[in-house]
């Protein structure tokens, strides 16, 4: 009797842990991916142990709480410079660049219907954040995602799945290397190599990488990949 | 040769504005559509917390007020659609039919699949996924539900006809009060009979002629029937009349006054310029196949 009740606890302990594991996984990737788009992070937060994690976000009951996992971070020096818009000979006072905070939530509920979704652009808008990321353990329903292009004028919702975020795609090696290029890069781009911007290959906005990267539809990413010939072989791509 | 210029200009303007006008006729389409899932989309939102009037209205008998936004509410959805409502208003733990109160049951113990109608007959006897049961309140409600989804229509919204959107959705069990409904009639009755008569003879026979559609409202060709208006007294035909007899060997090909002739125009036309060459100077060559020639 004993043996089993004391059977039973393993397991759970296990069940949890690999839940706890899970979590950091994918809050670390979380991490890595806004800080790679640009955000200010410290390397402490990116690059938290398992135990560190634990400790900070295990709540009384010894299960992770996602609330607490939640953060923003704000954009970087060099990252306004990259979303800037260049002066012009017609443009003399261009537009700020449409970036801003970012906010990261992680959401515990086992659905996420419309108005999960609401109650999350509604928290955006009221916090001034300029980009959110909603990471939920469940898929989302179509119908909430409709929700995301109504509110595009006001906040832009990302939404990522936590059995996504696993591993950090970013980093396997048969992944190029991808860097967003400004607008200034992307004009001198075009202008090199005298085409229109509809003239270069594509990445669909749904890619895997332009998702991790925050792409925007006309942003022109450049991939570096290794080549056994040149060494290195950059090619650049319209994002669509 | 000067005005050459000048009409190639004018053409390719003409070109212009033509494409302009394909654009905004697609982009127009393209914006009701969206406009159309939007309205779903927030028909749905408001759908998820009916009905608002609780006691003593029921799932059986909806409140007057609640049964008619919500017939009105789902006139654009298609079933998906439905469906989808079906699910959000789930996951805040309502029954399925959106004019009921009561939350879903929550089926005990695991298992993915219920065995149901296993003391009626054979072919009550029913094997369903346990998700099917807890998306209802009660099987009643499932039969509501099922019943209004079946009256939506599968073609989108943006697509139908005028016939398929003025249809109307019935429930169930219509409300058994009246109160509500007779007010609503009340509202509709026009004391203005003669003109409102009129009007809705159009409005019939514009619905009939299916020219109230979304596509033909904002169409690329714009048509206006114009009726021939006919003053004089209306004749008979007669037997007498005088230049009847030249027609007569033509008359059976006559389709409603007008008959078809045989030959293509241009042939019709290359026999006249040869009885016009015979008279004149003899040239026989016709306007066509002379570029073998050169």
């Given at each position: 009797m004993a043996s089993t009740d004391e059977d039973r606890m393993r397991k759970q302990r296990e069940a949890g842990e690999r839940e706890s594991a899970k979590l950091w996984r994918a809050c670390r990737t979380v991490h890595e991916m806004v800080r790679d788009r640009g955000y200010q992070l410290s390397d402490a937060e990116v690059t938290m142990s398992f135990d560190a994690f634990k400790q900070k976000y295990t709540t009384d009951d010894g299960s992770i709480s996602r609330k607490m996992m939640n953060f923003s971070a704000s954009p970087t020096l060099e990252m306004i410079k990259r979303y800037s818009n260049p002066v012009t000979a017609h443009d003399l006072h261009p537009s700020s660049p449409d970036i801003g905070t970012i906010w990261v939530e992680f959401l515990p509920d086992s659905n996420v219907g419309i108005k999960q979704m609401r109650a999350f652009a509604q928290h955006l808008t009221a916090n001034n954040f300029h980009t959110g990321i909603l990471i939920t353990g469940v898929n989302i329903t179509p119908a909430a995602l409709k929700i995301i292009p109504a509110v595009a004028s006001e906040t832009r919702i990302e939404c990522f799945m936590e059995a996504d975020l696993l591993v950090n795609i970013t980093h396997h090696e048969l992944v190029p290397q991808h860097v967003l290029l400004s607008k200034e890069e992307r004009t001198a781009l075009l202008q090199r190599y005298r085409l229109k911007d509809t003239q270069l290959p594509r990445i669909q906005l749904g890619d895997p990488v332009a998702r991790y990267l925050g792409l925007r539809r006309g942003q022109v990413v450049k991939i570096i990949r290794k080549s056994e010939t040149a060494g290195r072989y950059a090619s650049y791509r319209l994002c669509v | 040769?000067?005005?050459?210029?000048?009409?190639?200009?004018?053409?390719?303007?003409?070109?212009?504005?033509?494409?302009?006008?394909?654009?905004l006729y697609h982009a127009n389409l393209?914006?009701?559509r969206k406009d159309i899932e939007l309205e779903i989309l927030l028909s749905t939102e408001t759908l998820i917390d009916y009905p608002l009037a609780r006691s003593p209205y029921d799932a059986s008998n909806p409140s007057p007020a609640d049964a008619k936004t919500f017939k009105e509410l789902l006139?654009?959805?298609?079933?998906?659609?439905?469906?989808?409502?079906?699910?959000?208003?789930?996951?805040?733990?309502?029954?399925?039919y959106a004019l009921c109160p009561n939350p879903r049951v929550k089926e005990e113990g695991g298992g993915r699949f219920r065995i149901l109608g296993m003391n009626g007959k054979a072919k009550d006897f029913k094997v369903v996924e346990k998700e099917e049961l807890e998306k209802w309140c009660s099987p009643a409600c499932a039969k509501r539900a099922l019943y209004v989804r079946v009256q939506l229509s599968e073609t989108v919204a943006w697509e139908r006809g005028a016939m398929e959107n003025a249809a109307n959705i019935d429930l169930l069990d219509e409300p058994?009060?009246?109160?509500?409904?007779?007010?609503?009639?009340?509202?509709?009755?026009?004391?203005?009979?003669?003109?409102?008569?009129?009007?809705?003879?159009?409005?019939?026979?514009?619905?009939e002629r299916g020219d109230k559609t979304m596509a033909?409202?904002?169409?690329?060709?714009?048509i206006n029937i114009q009726e021939k208006d006919v003053s004089k007294v209306p004749q008979a035909p007669s037997l007498d009349d005088k230049d009847l007899s030249g027609r007569l060997d033509s008359m059976h090909l006559t389709?409603?006054?007008?008959?078809?002739?045989?030959g293509s125009r241009r042939e019709r036309r290359?026999?006249?310029?040869?009885?016009?060459?015979?008279?004149?100077d003899g040239e026989e060559d016709s306007e066509e196949d002379t570029d073998w020639q050169l």
């Open positions: - | 040769m000067s005005s050459y210029p000048a009409t190639s200009a004018t053409s390719s303007k003409t070109k212009e504005e033509r494409d302009r006008e394909v654009a393209i914006q009701q006139r654009p959805f298609q079933p998906s659609d439905y469906d989808a409502l079906i699910v959000e208003r789930n996951i805040n733990e309502h029954c399925g058994k009060s009246e109160d509500g409904s007779l007010a609503e009639r009340m509202e509709k009755m026009d004391i203005e009979t003669d003109n409102a008569a009129g009007k809705k003879d159009a409005a019939n026979l514009a619905l033909a409202r904002n169409a690329l060709v714009n389709l409603e006054g007008h008959t078809s002739t045989f290359h026999n006249e310029e040869l009885d016009g060459a015979n008279i004149d």
